[in-house]
C-alpha cells in the first residue's frame, strides 16, 4: 500500500472511531423519534415531545450522563437515519425483529405488547381473515404491521392503505375511510379506543404476536456493532434495578408492559 493510500485508509478510520463516539465527546447522543405513536411518543400543545418512550430515553441519558439531543424522525427513515450517521440511536417503539437484526443492533427489550385489529363495534368484520375481503385496513407504512398485513391479509382480499403515522390512520378511521386498522394494542386504545368519539370502535380477532413479524418486544436500535449497545443496555438494567422505569411506566400504564 502507497504513503497515499496509507493516509486514506487512517483518515477513514479515524472518521468511523469519531462517528461512532461522537455521543461521548460533547456529552450528547443524538435519538431518533417519532412524536405521532401515544401514549409513546406525542407532541404537547406548546409543541414538546412527551411520551413513554421519550421519558425512558431521558432516564437512560441521564444514567449515562450524557444529553439526549432529539431528532424528529418519520418511523420508516429510524433506521436509514442510524445508518448514515443522522442519529446514534432510535427510541421510538421499534420492535426487535429477524429482519431488521439484519441491518441494526438492538438492545434488550423494554417493553413488549401484542398487536391488535380494531374495527367500527358495528362492522361486519367478525372474523379474521375471512371477513377482510374487499375491506381497507390501514397500517403505519414499512412497520411490522404493515408487512403482516400485506403477507396475510391482502392475500385475503384486504386493500391495505399505507400512512406516515397512525394518527392520520384514527382520523380516517373516525371519517369512515378505512374499515379497519393494525397496530399496537396500547397505540389503538390511546389513540382511538379512548378518545370520546372512539367509543362506537373495539377489538376483533384474536393478540398477534409472531416473532417473525413482531419481534421480541420493543428495543432501542443501534447501528452495527456500536458499543453504545451495551452502555445503553446497562443504563437499562439499572433504571430497572433502582424503581425508575416503573415510576415512568405508572405514569402512562396501569399495568406492567415490561
Known amino acids: 500500500m502507497n504513503t497515499k493510500n496509507i493516509v486514506r485508509t487512517l483518515g477513514l478510520m479515524t472518521l468511523i472511531a469519531m462517528g461512532s463516539n461522537a455521543y461521548a465527546e ?24 412527551q411520551g ?20 424528529e424522525v418519520e418511523f420508516d427513515g429510524l433506521i436509514p437515519s442510524l445508518k448514515v450517521r443522522k442519529i446514534d440511536a432510535a427510541i421510538s417503539s421499534v420492535s426487535i425483529t429477524p429482519d431488521r437484526l439484519k441491518s441494526v443492533d438492538f438492545t434488550n427489550s423494554y417493553y413488549r405488547l401484542p398487536a391488535k385489529i380494531a374495527v ?31 403477507e396475510h391479509f391482502q392475500t385475503a382480499g384486504a386493500e391495505i392503505i399505507r400512512y406516515g403515522n397512525q394518527a392520520e390512520i384514527f382520523l380516517d378511521m373516525l371519517a369512515g375511510r378505512l374499515d379497519a386498522t ?13 378518545k370520546p368519539d372512539g367509543e362506537t370502535f373495539g377489538f376483533v380477532g384474536p393478540d398477534y404476536t409472531d416473532t417473525k413479524y413482531f419481534g421480541m418486544g420493543a428495543g432501542i436500535a ?37
Open 120 to 150: 367500527r363495534k358495528d362492522s361486519a368484520i367478525k372474523a379474521i381473515p375471512e371477513d377482510l375481503a374487499g375491506k381497507r385496513i390501514g397500517v403505519q407504512r414499512s412497520t411490522n404491521f404493515d408487512r403482516y398485513a400485506t
Open 52 to 71: 413513554f418512550d421519550y421519558d425512558i430515553g431521558e432516564a437512560i441519558c441521564a444514567e449515562m450522563k450524557v444529553k439526549c439531543e432529539w431528532v
Open 222 to 258: 443501534v447501528r452495527k456493532n456500536n458499543p453504545l449497545t451495551q452502555e445503553i443496555n446497562q443504563a437499562l438494567t439499572t433504571i430497572r434495578a433502582n424503581g425508575t422505569y416503573d415510576s415512568i411506566r405508572k405514569k402512562y400504564f396501569s399495568y406492567d408492559i415490561y
Open 182 to 194: 393494525m397496530a399496537g394494542s396500547i397505540a389503538i386504545e390511546e389513540g382511538l379506543l379512548n
Open 26 to 49: 460533547n456529552g450528547t447522543m443524538r435519538v431518533g423519534i417519532e412524536a405521532a405513536y401515544p401514549p409513546f411518543a406525542y407532541k404537547t400543545p406548546d409543541n414538546k415531545i
